[in-house]
């Protein structure tokens, strides 16, 4: 169906001209919007979408009731793919002017597609199609094709929900309902307008399983899509008191400012009855406003004993409905309760209950640790970190942080919490925290994150690497290494740096009838500028002068490249066993070889684990090299096993890589040599950041 809706949507489109954008119909004098609009058109012709965009939008807040303003911003949000900004941008122009049948079907169109409260939006595109294809002819109305497009979209759309509905009716009709039977008939009676039997449909879903409190929401929506204001009101109070974290939050963002009523908390108990926060929340209102003559004590005191119905181990609630019950003369009732608590409950509340009944206090705290409450802000920490609710999650390790500030795991978790949602500033700062504590364990972990995330944040970065090779096809130890200092200012794309480089060897030249240099034998001094890495990738280029440490020569060295590093999986500096998978690409201008264009791809697929205590990693190479130049050394695809350890007692980022490969000149023109070479290579690297 959604692949006929899409196709039909198109024809359409292609039909009318409608994804043309028209320029400016008006002079400056009389438009304000007139000098973005001519901007934005400038833009669409030279293809640059996103300048087109923020012209339009500026032209829009000029011009606000323009509608073809709104429409060529939405149609060039399209372009862009940005297809929930382009819907808001055709919903508004419709909203300006509903006779724009044209734009109601774009509207629709992609209100049927979105994924954003999906049943609400497709109910929408439902009833924008009936709308236009019921639409009164005349001049005024839609034309043919606009409306034969909405008939056969609203049949395409109406057929199969009124067919689903029956099906689902007919299913829990003749066998034992479940939730899943409930949930989609209320997803499809919501899309097809029938609100009265979705409400009712996720009333009886989530009955059948109330701890989905995300239902609650639904709920909502299809009581306020009905003009059920009280029945939404209580659909997400019930939500924003409840254990799980995401829907708790999107109920309170939706929920009004004021506090609600105590009619209001009433309704979401009779929705969610088990909800003991919503008892716990209401007792202890009720309780407010009868010490206000606002409410009875009597009130208080069936919520509280509701309260304990449901949560039998409150013994916190258990020690006020006991001592409003003793107030009131209720000795007999009141005294099981408070017993209760003398016995099970903590130091605290069983004080509390021996100083109303003239007991002596017991000031010793109990050897035995309790169990943490499920509503523990760290506890609902950790199941909302699991869970991937990142916001959620640094939100209660902040509360548990600031309850115990010397608790130095909870530093640990705000550190990672703040790392993942990319606020990295914070994340240090927490790391630092983390790796001055007594355990062991998170002080080895908060030292290992911190050295790795500081130098990110450096405004000033020097990196030194080293990698000193042998290789057999050469019979030649070479010597390669970089000293660079970085300037690294925020928010700007692009950083500064400037590095010595070396490059040498130690036989100068290869053997055979043409001697060849094997290295530069130089140190290069330059100064160059970068770019942030985005997804592996790093744009660069600098200039310098490269000096021979034995011709004592010099001469200009212009390099620029892109270069492009990705690991997944098991990586040798990790802690884990497993695959990995390694990928590194360089794209090479450098003057000093003939001006070429010099193009490096290397693969490794191997396993990583501990042999003997050391971490190692075994894997297959996979190797190509060629240019723009055609020069034979820079022409070969090369392939061989590997392997790849840390030494025990040297620092982290040394590693001793050794390779064996079979190898093969793509290019043999000029070549001394024959066509295929073996080698081995060993090598040492090590690197480290300041």
């Not at 833009?43 to 323009?66: C, G, K, M």
């Not at 983390?434 to 972990?445: V, Y």
């Not at 396993?607 to 020069?631: A, I, M």
Request: with cysteine.
């Amino acid at each position: 169906m959604r692949k006929l809706v899409v196709l039909l949507w198109v024809l359409m489109l292609s039909a009318t001209g409608t994804l043309r954008a028209q320029g400016p119909a008006v002079d400056a004098a009389s438009d304000p919007a007139y000098a973005s609009l001519t901007r934005a058109f400038d833009a669409l012709r030279l293809r640059d979408y996103d300048a087109a965009v923020v012209q339009f939008r500026r032209a829009a807040t000029l011009s606000p009731q323009r509608t073809d303003i709104r429409k060529n911003l939405a149609y060039t949000l399209l372009k862009t793919g940005e297809t929930d900004s382009a819907r808001d941008e055709f919903g508004e122009a419709m909203r300006l002017d509903p006779a724009d049948y044209h734009v109601a079907l774009e509207y629709a169109f992609l209100c049927f597609e979105a994924r954003d409260d999906a049943p609400a939006r497709k109910a929408e595109a439902r009833r924008i199609f009936s709308q236009v294809a019921t639409a009164p002819a005349g001049a005024a109305g839609p034309d043919e094709t606009t409306r034969a497009t909405a008939l056969a979209t609203f049949r395409n759309i109406d057929e199969p929900l009124r067919a689903g509905i029956e099906r689902w009716q007919q299913a829990l009709a003749t066998s034992n309902p479940n939730f899943s039977a409930h949930y989609e008939l209320a997803q499809l009676a919501e899309q097809r307008d029938q609100l009265e039997l979705a409400a009712a449909q996720y009333k009886a879903a989530f009955r059948m399983l109330p701890e989905r409190k995300s239902v609650l929401l639904e709920l909502a929506r299809a009581e306020n899509a009905r003009g059920n204001t009280e029945g939404m009101m209580a659909a997400l109070i019930a939500a924003s008191r409840g254990p799980e974290p995401r829907a708790a939050e999107l109920a309170r963002e939706r929920m009004p400012e004021r506090y609600p009523y105590v009619y209001e908390f009433r309704l979401a108990l009779e929705l969610d009855p088990a909800n003991a926060a919503l008892h716990r929340e209401l007792s202890y209102l009720l309780l407010k406003m009868s010490e206000d003559g606002q409410a009875s004590r009597e009130d208080a005191e069936k919520e509280f004993a509701a309260l304990i119905a449901n949560q039998p181990g409150d013994y916190v609630a258990s020690a006020q409905l006991g001592l409003l019950l003793l107030e009131d003369g209720k000795t007999d009732t009141a005294m099981p309760l408070l017993n209760a608590v003398l016995v099970h409950g903590n130091e605290d509340t069983a004080n509390r209950v021996r100083m109303a009944l003239h007991k002596p206090l017991v000031l010793e705290q109990r050897k035995a640790a309790e169990e943490p409450s499920a509503l523990d802000p760290r506890v609902l920490g950790e199941r909302s970190y699991q869970a991937g609710f990142l916001k959620d999650a640094l939100r209660y390790f902040t509360q548990a942080r600031e309850a115990n500030p010397l608790d130095s795991s909870l530093a640990l978790k705000l550190a990672w919490t703040n790392n993942l949602l990319h606020d990295d500033v914070t994340a240090l700062r927490w790391f630092n925290v983390a790796r001055l504590s007594s355990d062991p364990a998170i002080a080895t972990e908060a030292k290992r994150a911190y050295s790795n995330l500081r130098p990110e944040q450096q405004r000033f970065r020097t990196t030194v690497w080293m990698y000193p090779l042998f290789s057999s096809r050469w019979g030649d130890l070479f010597g390669y290494g970089q000293v660079k200092t970085e300037w690294r200012v925020k928010k700007l794309p692009l950083h500064p740096y400037v590095s010595v480089r070396l490059a040498g060897d130690v036989r100068r030249t290869s053997g055979g009838p043409i001697a060849q240099s094997l290295s530069e034998n130089a140190f290069t001094a330059g100064v160059g500028i970068a770019s942030n890495t985005w997804h592996g990738a790093t744009a660069w280029f600098e200039a310098g002068v490269a000096t021979g440490y034995l011709s004592r020569q010099h001469w200009s060295d212009y390099r620029g490249g892109v270069t492009y590093a990705r690991t997944r999986g098991a990586a040798l500096g990790g802690e884990r066993a497993g695959w990995f998978f390694e990928t590194m690409a360089d794209i090479v201008y450098a003057s000093h070889f003939d001006q070429d264009l010099i193009n490096y791809g290397q693969g490794r697929a191997g396993y990583t684990r501990r042999v003997l205590g050391v971490r190692s990693q075994f894997f297959w190479n996979e190797n190509v090299t060629f240019d723009v130049k055609h020069q034979y050394w820079a022409n070969f695809v090369e392939t061989g096993p590997g392997f790849r350890i840390h030494p025990p007692g040297l620092p982290t980022p040394v590693w001793l890589n050794v390779s064996a490969s079979r190898g093969v000149y793509l290019v043999n023109e000029g070549n001394p040599r024959r066509p295929n070479f073996n080698d081995i290579r060993v090598g040492v690297w090590y690197a480290f950041t300041r």
